[in-house]
């Protein structure tokens, strides 16, 4: 489109009474952190340069959960050394702010220094500053505690203004344990050894920055290192990878990545990197997939180390990581969004650089197929009523939650994509250049970088963008041929549930055509559809083909005979006479022949049999990439067909079967050396298939190796691969308990992430009612880490008793999962999308809308509406195309045996009145019209975070199941408890068999910490397990911890969940459902019963003083409020003050 442009500010901008009070600005904040590893709490105190713009007598910055202890302004240029201390301050728990009120009025200027000192908590709920800790592979435990501040999380843990357009540098203090390594954003300035054991650590001052992006970390770790060449970054720049102790080694493939990313990014943009050093870590507790805090990124393990077992699908995923996580360095903290409304600009970039850059160190990858395959998702959450617009206002830290989703990230990817390929990615990364130069340092908003690109490629840069980023969903072409040379294209909003009203159809779309037709098959028109229709000249009685390199964020629907001249291209484009392949369509465009094929007849616009018919053309595809795309369209057709009769998922099965198994015949099971790695996938992925589909050699075979597996720990005999794929179709195709033992036994026994995660995702294939039920309970037992709960139950949707026992289990448990987790967006979004949106009956849908209509569903509506909207489109899809399918597949010689299908009819959903479900029930179930809504992925209802299809999981927005659903430790966390004994420490004693002074202490607060309990196993004693509850009914697993030597140490009182008298040598129970804890915890005496808050402060200050003698105590009553796990605890609190020098 041509200029002139027409710019407008965008209306993303925060609402005012949103953000704080701009007339306060923080120049430099100097932060003094002292955690105290007992009681779980930290003194701060926090030095804050401000400027003053206008007189005022009060001070509003953000804190949540902080004890403010005394607050002092003071000038520090004014002769007198003027300082005015609060005489109060108010807590706005629901803005999450404080107001500091002084006495007098504090006049305007530059030199004002604003000194906090406040009580925070070292919390479990992993953001802000938190506690984790691991085992290694002595097992030892380590305790170590890190931050993890995006969104609105500094907050938690200094009081500051937390919004990423009020920038400041900031000098950070730690003192700690001397053994304890300390990490954060600059390098270590210099160490101070205290007498009592402890060390002062003083980092470099940061370089201006958003809160959001400080981090530190303290704890064991191992690291390697390497630096960049210089060549493109000024001079070398020190990288490491820290890693759990032990774990490091497994991480030169990310450290390599990195070295290489810094030196590209630096290149690509023409800015060295800013910082002194650049440190990745592991962290064994971590909710987001990855954090790009400035200088000190950090990761889940399972995204940064990748053991020699590591499959090819891993390394792509890393590679993906590492390198979004590295181009925000620059794209995000250099040049910040001015508000999160804009964070899928920087999120959108970040992950459409790591496709360029992977495709530039990988060109084999074939990233962009893989891209295509990956924003299939997005296209499906996009194609709901329930979606948002990529450019979307936000204000409080629940909404902005919710906005790290697959819009943000992949629609914003794939528009900027569509960008690149209409400007020319050279074109658009100079603009982006251009744009780094104009905001570095600073924030910026969308607009920004339209105007910067516009101005630098003289097109109509916002004009074309707007209508992408600011207009939910996308159009679907539709082509009718009017004659031998003519067709009109008219643009439609695109639904999945194919009811379209008149009103919603009124928005158009700037659409990029990228027509190619047979008689040019190596030229692309560049034709732009600015309007509702368009007549072109195409030849029609040979191929055409829109969308060529399906760069474009939109579907085309041809006519069947179109559809077949494409499929017939696909059949002839085989093999040229000297052996080589010519492909007229790319992998991209076979990938977007299917899916747009899938996804039209999802919606209705053309019967589900055409998309069988359509498989026919892909039976001697060759390419990986295409073969996923086509698993993963049969698996969306599986999960909805799921219900159906017997004999009609066995057809489906055989259609699947002869697709996949004529691949694992050809490729077989073994990995050659110096195989490519497309290859290597399309063995995974086509034994996989057809081992699901039960193709009975395959499922011999894996059965065999993995009873070698299991024997002997022949790692060699399932190769890293099919480690995966074999444990699935095992636990699939078997009924025993002994398989599914043996799983559970690897994961408590393996140390690798990679394959604890393996074995975790697969247990809920296991699909029998007790495995099922097994499973429930094990998720949410001790051995499960908290981060990975969802994980463990995710793949219980593969089976309709999984699907059902699930939704059970969240019936159940509702009010204590809610009441634990009402906070934590990301759990409850994934846990209400796991358990509901699968299903595809009348039944079902209306129990889903009953269950929750009385519930306060603000903290996830949005992806309960998407849930329901969803059910909803699957009910209209089988009513529409039951017969149609059950057609196709006895025509086809698939389905034969009448007699099976009539016996199961039981089986077949009853739901047949799509008319009873109208279009309002959505909104009845979402009254509120919020404009967010969080990621899903309603298509791929079986995906596993393990198989990664790689849409679930990039960066940040890697979102299996995350969660801090940890069955004990919230105890520790209640009870502020500092008295003498921690729970850390009572644990040697306690298994070591020291009759301890300090038992009563262990039924008051951490009986149930689950670090506790798994610390017990160690030395004489051992976890063994039980699999009946001891009333004999077929119930969950118990896990106790068994210790001959220490029976009856405990006092009655303390167990829990089952009677433990009837097995004298098991002294100690886990609860093993919500039930037990909550009744366990109802059992305990109340909190304020143990502690008063006064004992606890005290206990803390003595603690403090014991480690280190800078510590004096100045009592001063200050009315308070501290807030932990929900509850408000009032009290008289002491003041600490730590003294200067
Ligand atoms: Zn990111």
Redesign the pocket.
């Known amino acids: 489109m041509a200029l002139p442009l027409s710019l407008e500010t965008t209306s993303a901008a925060p609402a005012l009474g949103m953000t704080l009070n701009k007339s306060i600005i923080p120049i430099h904040y100097s932060l003094k952190i002292i955690p105290c590893p007992i009681s779980f709490t930290f003194l701060g105190e926090c030095s804050i340069e401000i400027c003053i713009a206008e007189p005022t007598f009060d001070i509003t910055l953000n804190a949540k959960e902080l004890n403010i202890q005394t607050a002092t302004a003071r000038d520090h240029l004014s002769s007198t050394d003027y300082s005015v201390t609060a005489t109060s301050v108010r807590y706005n728990i629901e803005e999450e702010t404080i107001t500091l009120e002084f006495p007098e009025l504090l006049h305007v200027g530059t030199s004002w220094i604003l000194d906090i000192v406040y009580i925070g908590l070292v919390n479990d709920k992993l953001n802000g500053f938190y506690r984790s800790a691991y085992t290694d592979a002595d097992n030892n435990v380590h305790q170590m505690t890190t931050t993890q501040f995006q969104s609105t999380h500094a907050r938690r843990a200094f009081p500051c203004w937390d919004e990423p357009s009020v920038k400041a540098t900031f000098s950070l203090m730690l003192v700690v344990s001397q053994e304890m390594t300390c990490l954060s954003n600059m390098s270590v300035e210099s160490t101070t050894l205290l007498e009592n054991g402890m060390q002062q650590v003083t980092f470099l001052k940061t370089p201006i920055m958003a809160t959001y992006l400080l981090a530190w970390m303290i704890g064991d770790f191992d690291y390697l290192e390497a630096y960049t060449s210089g060549e493109f970054n000024g001079e070398p720049v020190l990288c490491r990878l820290y890693a759990p102790v032990g774990l490091a080694i497994h991480g030169q493939y990310s450290l390599d990545l990195a070295v290489k990313s810094v030196e590209y990014f630096s290149r690509l943009f023409n800015i060295p990197y800013p910082l002194p050093k650049l440190d990745l870590v592991a962290v064994p507790d971590f909710s987001p997939g990855?954090?790009?805090n400035w200088g000190l990124i950090t990761f889940r393990t399972y995204a940064l180390l990748l053991d020699e077992y590591g499959s090819n699908e891993r390394k792509r995923e890393i590679a993906a990581t590492v390198i979004?996580?590295i181009?925000?360095q620059w794209f995000?903290n250099l040049v910040t969004m001015d508000w999160w409304s804009d964070l899928w600009l920087?999120?959108g970039f970040?992950?459409h650089l790591a496709y360029i850059v992977v495709d530039e160190l990988f060109p084999d990858w074939d990233v962009w197929s893989e891209f295509v395959k990956r924003i299939q998702i997005v296209l499906a959450q996009d194609a709901l009523r329930t979606s948002h617009p990529v450019e979307v206002g936000v204000a409080n830290p629940s909404e902005i939650t919710q906005i790290f989703d697959e819009i943000s990230?992949m629609k914003g990817a794939s528009v900027l994509r569509m960008l690149s390929a209409w400007l020319g990615q050279n074109q658009l990364l100079r603009g982006i250049r251009t744009f780094m130069l104009k905001f570095m340092w600073g924030n910026a908003t969308t607009e920004d970088l339209w105007v910067t690109l516009a101005e630098e490629c003289k097109v109509d840069v916002p004009g074309f963008m707007r209508q992408w980023t600011r207009q939910t969903g996308y159009p679907v072409l539709s082509i009718t041929e009017l004659d031998e040379s003519t067709i009109l294209v008219r643009q439609t909003l695109f639904l999945s549930t194919g009811d379209v009203r008149e009103e919603e159809d009124q928005l158009l779309w700037p659409v990029p055509l990228a027509l190619t037709t047979a008689d040019n098959p190596t030229e692309v028109r560049n034709i732009m559809l600015d309007s509702k229709e368009m007549i072109l000249k195409v030849d029609t009685t040979r191929w055409y083909k829109f969308n060529m390199g399906q760069a474009g964020f939109y579907r085309v629907s041809y006519p069947p005979k179109t559809l077949d001249l494409l499929g017939q291209t696909l059949l002839q484009q085989r093999v040229n006479e000297v052996g080589h392949r010519i492909e007229t369509l790319s992998a991209a465009d076979r990938m977007g022949l299917l899916t747009d094929a899938a996804a039209l007849v999802s919606s209705g616009n053309a019967p589900t049999s055409s998309f069988l018919t359509l498989l026919k053309y892909f039976e001697d595809e060759e390419n990986y990439m295409v073969w996923a795309e086509l698993s993963l369209r049969l698996q969306e057709l599986f999960s909805v067909w799921l219900e159906q009769p017997e004999a009609v998922i066995k057809a489906l099965k055989e259609v699947q079967r002869r697709l996949f198994t004529k691949i694992v015949k050809r490729l077989g099971w073994e990995f050659p050396e110096n195989e490519d790695q497309a290859t290597g996938n399309l063995r995974t992925l086509a034994i996989r298939y057809a081992g699901r589909a039960g193709d009975t050699e395959v499922v011999n075979e894996a059965r065999r190796r993995f009873r070698i597996f299991m024997t002997n720990r022949d790692m060699t005999i399932i190769p890293p691969d099919l480690r995966f794929p074999v444990f699935e179709i095992v636990l699939r195709t078997t009924v025993g308990v002994e398989e599914y033992e043996a799983v559970v036994n690897y994961y408590r026994e393996t140390y690798l992430p990679g394959e604890k995660v393996v074995a975790l995702t697969v247990l809920g294939y296991g699909h029998s009612l007790e495995l099922i039920r097994r499973t429930l309970a094990f998720a949410i037992s001790a051995d499960v880490r908290t981060q990975d709960v969802l994980t463990a139950v995710s793949t219980l949707r593969s089976s309709v008793e999984g699907r059902a026992e699930l939704w059970n289990f969240m019936r159940h448990h509702w009010d204590i999962l809610y009441e634990r987790h009402c906070d934590d967006i990301r759990f409850l979004d994934y846990f209400v999308l796991i358990s509901v949106a699968s299903f595809s009956s009348l039944e079902r849908y209306r129990e889903v809308q009953d269950f929750f209509a009385h519930k306060d569903r603000s903290s996830y509506e949005r992806i309960l509406a998407t849930s329901l909207e969803g059910i909803r489109m699957h009910i209209l899809w089988l009513e529409r195309d039951r017969q149609d399918v059950e057609n196709w597949l006895r025509k086809n010689g698939y389905l034969v045996d009448e007699q099976d299908h009539g016996q199961d009819q039981s089986k077949s959903s009853v739901s047949t009145l799509s008319d009873s479900i109208p279009l309002s029930a959505v909104n009845e179930a979402s009254p509120s019209s919020a404009t967010l809504t969080s990621s899903s992925n309603l298509t791929l209802a079986e995906t596993t975070p393990t198989s990664m299809d790689i849409g679930d999981f990039?960066?940040?927005?890697y979102r299996p199941p995350t969660c801090y659903y940890n069955s004990g430790l919230m105890v520790a966390l209640d009870g502020l408890d500092c008295s003498q004994s921690s729970s850390f420490e009572e644990e040697p004693s306690f298994s070591q068999g020291a009759h301890s002074p300090t038992t009563t202490q262990v039924s008051t607060g951490t009986l149930l910490t689950t670090s506790s309990l798994r610390s017990q196993s160690r030395g004489p004693s051992s976890v063994s397990s039980m699999s009946a509850s001891p009333n004999g009914s077929p119930a969950m697993p118990l896990y106790y911890y068994h210790s001959e030597e220490h029976q009856g140490d405990l006092p009655q009182q303390q167990h829990c969940g089952h009677a433990h008298s009837h097995n004298p040598g098991y002294i100690y129970g886990q609860a093993q459902t919500l039930e037990e804890q909550h009744r366990f915890l109802n059992e305990m005496p109340h909190e304020n019963q143990l502690h008063q808050p006064q004992a606890r402060v005290q206990s803390f200050t003595e603690q403090l003083q014991l480690n280190s003698n800078v510590v004096s105590r100045t009592p001063m009553t200050t009315k308070s409020t501290l807030t932990s796990r929900g509850r408000t605890l009032e009290g008289d609190m002491e003041l600490l003050r730590v003294n200067e020098d």
């Not at 990039?954 to 927005?957: D, R, S, T």
Request: no cysteine.
């Open positions: 990855a954090m790009e979004h996580e181009s925000h995000g920087f999120e970040a992950t990230y990039n960066g940040e927005n």
